[in-house]
């Protein structure tokens, strides 16, 4: 078996996520190499969300009896554990969402129902980059179309990074957002945060981040990066789906209005008008995910139970592992950055003339797990003239045994296709 400095103990780790015991088509050995688009769930976490559900499931915040008492404790402990994850300076800057493109629409929806000097419209613009994830293109778009905004984006290089060189005419004075993505999530690009917020804090310009494929796998610090709001989502972190999470700074919380309205968001209601709770509450309308947010806390415990900077460093070893092995394979072309070095833990590529749905189905027939298709992010397709790639990615579980299964599964597809 390949040794590489660096990994986390998988044997042991492995055993905590029943799903990877699995086998598919007849037999073979599951090799789940698609992270990127979801994380699987220790029995840790399963077994909070069960608990939940037999021992205390109630709505939250407004019972008074114990039941609804331990649900809200639970909740809102949920809430203390992301703070705490993300270091945010307070509890109350942490909203839950069902999702990261919730929580990237709710910020786009602040801004343009929002006073000044705020507002976002027809004298302003928008800047985001050709790399997002269509959740962080569409909400912008929508805005955009609404208000009249100028939406203006980074190009991309040929090795798969933002193209900085015109910052200063890209972001401008007329600039109201910068919301851009930390690591690519097809490219796997990690993404030259301070100095695209230095340059928008000149002009006095928000920045949203899109932490998505970041807070999984490595230590995210809202404060030390500096944003006004970071977006991520439960389910990639080894958290249940239904859950997402928007930071955003107190005091910009506070003056912005809310986007949903509904039970639980209120102060008072008449039928003449209705006053706001403060934040979260204010963004979050209605009966919330509650049993998805006590499940993102056990992830977290379970994240923070292993380490942050440890997964971080085996996920690399990883990366770089793998991005040598699929150097080897012949008419291979990596897109984004060719080596381990700046890049997150997942890999698109191209196999030659093999349409990648082709590679992806040979490759589930042998147990591989991997993703194929535009990866949401069809502007990176088109600008590197591709129809589509495949994408490995990685976890805290994976092991080098499964990079070379997949290699030798890709020369299985060569063979397969002539």
Known sequence: MTQLPGLLDTEAIRKDFPILDRQVHDGRKLVYLDNAATSQKPRQVLDALSEYYERYNANVHRGVHVLAEEATALYEGARDKVAEFV????RDEVIFTKNASESLNLVANMLGWADEPYRVDRE????ITEMEHHSNIVPWQLLAQRTGAKLKWFGLTDDGRLDLSNIDEVITEKTKIVSFVLVSNILGTVNPVEAIVRRAQEVGALVCIDASQAAPHMPLDVQALQADFVAFTGHKM????GIGVLWGRQELLEDLP??????EMIETVSMHSSTYAPAPHKFEAGTPPIAQAVGLGAAIDYLNALGMDKILAHEQAITEYAVRRLTEVPDLRIIGPATAEERGAAISFTLGDIHPHDVGQVLDEQGIAVRVGHHCARPVCLRYGIPATTRASFYLYST???IDALVEGLEHVRNFFG
């Open 87 to 90: 270091n945010a300076p307070s």
């Open 124 to 127: 302003t613009e928008i800047v």
């Open 238 to 241: 080894c958290g249940p789906t």
């Open 258 to 263: 809310p986007f949903l309205g509904g039970g």
């Open 400 to 402: 080098p045994a499964e």
